[in-house]
């Protein structure tokens, strides 16, 4: 219960701040003129050790991401960075987000290309030789309930990680994409008289691209990649008829995560665009405390 003595006389704003610690600004020595002040980023030295990379992470901000023949908005988080000489102590890290700041208001839209451009761009204007970035956002897409018909959108978590270097030219391109899935436990299905335990499973994959995968629908192909080999998709609209499908269909396609991995990975290996890749399942399990996961990495070009 509030005890103040009401109506309360309020001091002003200044002397309230006054009275909860507030204190007037010293006045300083030190110039306040950028040309005049001390630049330790850019002092040369000795600093033992060149850097892979030094930036900022954690960075959300509005994009335009391209999707097939379109264009969606969304939120996505950032990480930027790009190489240290052994003779600076760091970098002018809010250059980053102002160039990140710049390309937004140029109407950027996010592409594999335009990525490979930004890294560029980040380490010339940082004056070093490498620069990098990750981003990671939600795609949403479209998905029909399989009897009914009926639409709703579905999301899945998508990223682009780009390396370039600036004095060999050479970019490096990987995309990635998690997405949920239904998996129907093959042994509950074989050793019960009636029914079978399912699970939800998020499938994880991450796939280098070659230079000749301009025009590769990379979110796409990895969706179907998980959802064609699962027991069955999710949806976000399902009415009895489409509940009846789904389940039916599950029960159709019994997976073991060991099976989900194994699966996608043949898919991948037959996209030309992908160079290397690494997949995951791991499933929630429905009758066990413990989650089940299996895992692959291959390289095609190491075969």
Request: some cysteine; proline content about 5%.
């Given at each position: 219960?509030?005890?103040?003595?009401?109506?309360?006389?309020?001091?002003?704003?200044?002397?309230?701040?006054?009275?909860?610690?507030?204190?007037?600004?010293?006045?300083?020595?030190?110039?306040?003129?950028?040309?005049?002040?001390?630049?330790?980023?850019?002092?040369?030295?000795?600093?033992?050790?060149?850097?892979?990379?030094?930036?900022?992470?954690?960075?959300?901000?509005?994009?335009?991401?391209?999707?097939?023949?379109?264009?969606?908005?969304?939120?996505?988080?950032?990480?930027?960075?790009?190489?240290?000489?052994?003779?600076?102590?760091?970098?002018?890290?809010?250059?980053?987000?102002?160039?990140?700041?710049?390309?937004?208001?140029?109407?950027?839209?996010?592409?594999?290309?335009?990525?490979?451009?930004?890294?560029?761009?980040?380490?010339?204007?940082?004056?070093?030789?490498?620069?990098?970035?990750?981003?990671?956002?939600?795609?949403?897409?479209?998905?029909?309930?399989?009897?009914?018909?009926?639409?709703?959108?579905?999301?899945?978590?998508?990223?682009?990680?780009?390396?370039?270097?600036?004095?060999?030219?050479?970019?490096?391109?990987?995309?990635?994409?998690?997405?949920?899935?239904?998996?129907?436990?093959?042994?509950?299905?074989?050793?019960?008289?009636?029914?079978?335990?399912?699970?939800?499973?998020?499938?994880?994959?991450?796939?280098?691209?070659?230079?000749?995968?301009?025009?590769?629908?990379?979110?796409?192909?990895?969706?179907?990649?998980?959802?064609?080999n699962a027991s069955a998709p999710l949806h976000p609209v399902l009415k009895r008829p489409d509940e009846k499908r789904v389940t039916e269909?599950?029960?159709?396609?019994?997976?073991?995560?060991?099976?989900?991995?194994?699966?996608?990975?043949?898919?991948?290996?037959?996209?030309?665009?992908?160079?290397?890749?690494?997949?995951?399942?791991?499933?929630?399990?429905?009758?066990?405390?413990?989650?089940?996961?299996?895992?692959?990495?291959?390289?095609?070009?190491?075969?």
């Amino acid at each position: 219960m509030n005890m103040s003595t009401y109506p309360i006389t309020l001091p002003t704003k200044e002397e309230r701040h006054k009275l909860f610690g507030s204190v007037p600004p010293i006045k300083g020595t030190k110039p306040t003129e950028k040309d005049k002040m001390v630049d330790l980023q850019n002092t040369p030295k000795n600093f033992l050790f060149a850097l892979d990379a030094v930036g900022i992470s954690n960075v959300k901000h509005p994009v335009v991401i391209q999707d097939g023949d379109n264009t969606q908005a969304t939120v996505a988080t950032f990480e930027l960075s790009t190489s240290l000489v052994q003779d600076r102590k760091g970098i002018n890290m809010s250059r980053l987000t102002e160039q990140l700041d710049q390309y937004h208001n140029e109407g950027w839209t996010v592409t594999n290309e335009s990525l490979i451009q930004f890294a560029r761009d980040l380490a010339d204007r940082m004056e070093q030789t490498e620069g990098q970035l990750t981003i990671r956002y939600p795609w949403f897409f479209t998905r029909k309930a399989p009897a009914t018909g009926l639409s709703g959108l579905m999301n899945a978590e998508v990223w682009q990680t780009v390396s370039v270097n600036t004095e060999t030219n050479e970019a490096t391109l990987s995309v990635g994409l998690t997405i949920n899935v239904t998996t129907l436990c093959p042994c509950s299905k074989e050793i019960s008289e009636y029914s079978a335990h399912n699970q939800r499973g998020y499938v994880t994959m991450e796939a280098s691209l070659r230079d000749e995968a301009e025009d590769f629908d990379w979110k796409q192909s990895l969706l179907d990649a998980a959802e064609s080999n699962a027991s069955a998709p999710l949806h976000p609209v399902l009415k009895r008829p489409d509940e009846k499908r789904v389940t039916e269909m599950a029960y159709e396609n019994p997976r073991f995560v060991e099976d989900m991995v194994r699966l996608i990975a043949a898919d991948l290996y037959e996209m030309d665009p992908i160079a290397s890749f690494y997949v995951e399942c791991r499933n929630e399990e429905t009758i066990h405390q413990h989650d089940a996961i299996a895992r692959i990495t291959f390289d095609k070009d190491a075969q």
